[in-house]
C-alpha cells in the first residue's frame, strides 16, 4: 500500500500500476475486496445507510442545550460547538462526519475497557469477588456500596476505581500504564490513542471526590491485599485521560460488537467472555442515572464520559463514537443522546425490535434484492392462480407471455456431445395484455437438453430441471 501511495503522490494524470503492484496490493485483501464487489458486508447499501446518518447528524446539531463539564478545567476548554460521530461495521465499514479527528479524553468511556481488560486477564469470578454487578441507582461519584461492602458496578468511580487495581497487579506503574495503552490501540487497530497529561494533572489537582471515595474504599477493605490506594488512584486518573478520536473510538467500539476481535486489522483482543460481560453492564449500567431510560428507548450497550464522549456498541453489527461537550443534568451528552434516540427510531437495532414483522424501521442489513425476490415470487403465485387483480398490482414489472415454437440450437456437428448444447431465445414475445385468466396458462416446452444457457441478463426466469426433461415455465419478468 506504501507503493500504491507512492504511485499516487508521483503521478501528475492517471495513476497507474503494474500487474505485480496490483497483486500486491489486491492479495493481502481478497476477502475484504470480493466482499465489497459481491454486496456481501453487513450493511450492504452502505451509501444509503452512510446519508441516513448524516441526515441523523444534521438534526442532533441543532441541538443547543448543555453545559460543557467544568469541574476539571481541562474539560472546559473544549468548543460547546463541537460535534463528530464515526462508525465502524464489525467487517470494516467506516463512516466519519464532524469533528471525528480532534482528540477528547475518554473519562468514563474507559470505565468498560478497563473493566474488560481485568475480565480478559483474571476471569470474571476474579473480577467480581471485589465489584458488584447492579446499577447503583446512585449518582456515579456516589460513596456507596452495596450489602456486600463492595462497589455497585464497575462503570461507577468506585468500582472503577478498584477495578484499576486488579489490572496487572504487582506491576510498576508504568509497565500498568503501557500494559493498558497497548491493549486499547490494539483495540482501536493502532490508530490514534494518545495521552493528556494536562488532564491527569486536572483530574489530580481538582479530584477530591475521588479521593474520598478512595479513603472510603480503603476503610471498608473493598481493595485486594497489598493494594495502594493512592497508586490506584493515580492510575485510575491516568486511564481517564487517555485521548482517542472519534473515528479510533469507533473501531474500539466495533471491537466489541465484533466479539473482541478488531476488524480492522483481524486481531482477536478481547476474550469472548470478557466482551459478553461488558455490554451486559454497559447495558444495565454504562449511562450515569440516564441507564434505564436509555435501556428502555435505545436497547443497546454504551458509556458516556463527561467529556462529551458516547460509546455505543450495537452487537455483531457495528460501533459508533459521538463527541459533543455539552452535557445534560446527567452528565451525558446532549447531542449524543438524541443521536442514539434517534438512530434506533429509524433503524431496528433496539434489542428488543422485531427483525421479521417490522414496518416503520428500516433494517440496514436486508440485502437491496431481497424486496424484489419477494415480489417476484408474490407474481409468481399469483400468475398460478390466475389472479389478474393482483397481477395489476405490479406496476413497475412488464409481464411477458412466451410461446415457444421451436428453439433453434447452434452448434457444432463435429463437436457436438448430449452435455454440449448451447441455444439463444433470442425474440421475446409481445407484452401480455392482461384481461383474460385464460392467458395465464403456463405453456411448458419439452427438451431432450441436459445443459442449457439461457442468454438474456435483463430478464428473470424460472426453469425446473428433471432429468434430460427441462420444463421452461414461460413466464418471463422484464426489470
Not at 480478559?120 to 473480577?127: I, K, R, Y
Not at 483481524?266 to 450515569?288: D, F, I, K, W
Not at 459521538?322 to 452535557?327: Q, T, Y
Request: hydrophobic share 40%; aromatic share 12%.
Amino acid at each position: 500500500m506504501k507503493q500504491l501511495h507512492q504511485s499516487v503522490h508521483e503521478s501528475i494524470g492517471t495513476v497507474m500500476m503494474d500487474q505485480e503492484l496490483f497483486r500486491k496490493c489486491v492479495g493481502s485483501n481478497i476477502v475484504l475486496l470480493t466482499q465489497a464487489f459481491r454486496k456481501k458486508f453487513i450493511i450492504p447499501d452502505f451509501e444509503t445507510f452512510a446519508s441516513s446518518i448524516n441526515q441523523l447528524y444534521y438534526n442532533a446539531q441543532l441541538q443547543d442545550g448543555g453545559q460543557v463539564a467544568d469541574y476539571i478545567p481541562q474539560l472546559a476548554k473544549f468548543s460547546p460547538d463541537s460535534w463528530g460521530v464515526s462508525l465502524c461495521t464489525a467487517d470494516g465499514q467506516r463512516y466519519s462526519v464532524g469533528d471525528t479527528t480532534v482528540p477528547f479524553c475518554l473519562q468514563s468511556c474507559v470505565k468498560p475497557l478497563e473493566y474488560a481488560i481485568a475480565v480478559h486477564e483474571a476471569g470474571s469470578e476474579a473480577v467480581h469477588r471485589y465489584v458488584g454487578k447492579e446499577p447503583s441507582g446512585l449518582k456515579f461519584n456516589k460513596l456507596s456500596l452495596n450489602e456486600d461492602d463492595k462497589p455497585h458496578n464497575p462503570m461507577v468511580n468506585a468500582g472503577a476505581i478498584v477495578t484499576s487495581s486488579l489490572v496487572k497487579p504487582g506491576a510498576k506503574k508504568a509497565e500498568r500504564f503501557d500494559y493498558v495503552m497497548e491493549f486499547v490501540k490494539r483495540m482501536a487497530g493502532r490508530e490514534y490513542v494518545g495521552f493528556s497529561n494536562a488532564t491527569f494533572q486536572s483530574e489530580r489537582e481538582t479530584g477530591d471526590r475521588n479521593y474520598a471515595i478512595g479513603y472510603y474504599l480503603k476503610e471498608k477493605k473493598c481493595f485486594p491485599e497489598g493494594v495502594d490506594m493512592m497508586a490506584a488512584l493515580d492510575f485510575y486518573f491516568q486511564l481517564c485521560s487517555i485521548e482517542v478520536t472519534c473515528e479510533s473510538g469507533s473501531v474500539m467500539a466495533a471491537t466489541l460488537a465484533n466479539g473482541g476481535i478488531c476488524p480492522i486489522t483481524g486481531e482477536r483482543v478481547l476474550s469472548s467472555e470478557a466482551v459478553r460481560n461488558t455490554l451486559s453492564l454497559m447495558h444495565s449500567c454504562g449511562m450515569y442515572d440516564f441507564s434505564g431510560q436509555f435501556a428502555f428507548h435505545v436497547g443497546l450497550p454504551a458509556k458516556s464520559g463527561v467529556s462529551g464522549a458516547v460509546l455505543l456498541v450495537v452487537p455483531n453489527i457495528m460501533g459508533l463514537m459521538c463527541w459533543s461537550p455539552p452535557l445534560d443534568r446527567l452528565g451525558n451528552s446532549v447531542r449524543g443522546i438524541h443521536f442514539c434516540q434517534e438512530l434506533v427510531s429509524l433503524f431496528n437495532f433496539h434489542n428488543y425490535d422485531n427483525l421479521r414483522h417490522f414496518a416503520k424501521k428500516l433494517d440496514p442489513r436486508r440485502q437491496a434484492g431481497d424486496d424484489r425476490n419477494k415480489s417476484v415470487v408474490d407474481l409468481m403465485f399469483a400468475a398460478y392462480s390466475g389472479d389478474v387483480t393482483a397481477l395489476r398490482s405490479f406496476p413497475y414489472i412488464l409481464i411477458y407471455y412466451c410461446i415457444i415454437n421451436q428453439i433453434n440450437t447452434v452448434m457444432d456437428e463435429d463437436k457436438r456431445t448430449d452435455s454440449q448444447y448451447t441455444f439463444l431465445i433470442l425474440n421475446l414475445p409481445l407484452p401480455l395484455i392482461l384481461t383474460s385468466e385464460t392467458k395465464l396458462r403456463f405453456i411448458y416446452v419439452r427438451l431432450t437438453f441436459n445443459l442449457c444457457y439461457f442468454v438474456k441478463n435483463q430478464f428473470e426466469y424460472i426453469c425446473e430441471s428433471r432429468s434430460y426433461n427441462i420444463k421452461l415455465r414461460c413466464l418471463i419478468l422484464c426489470r
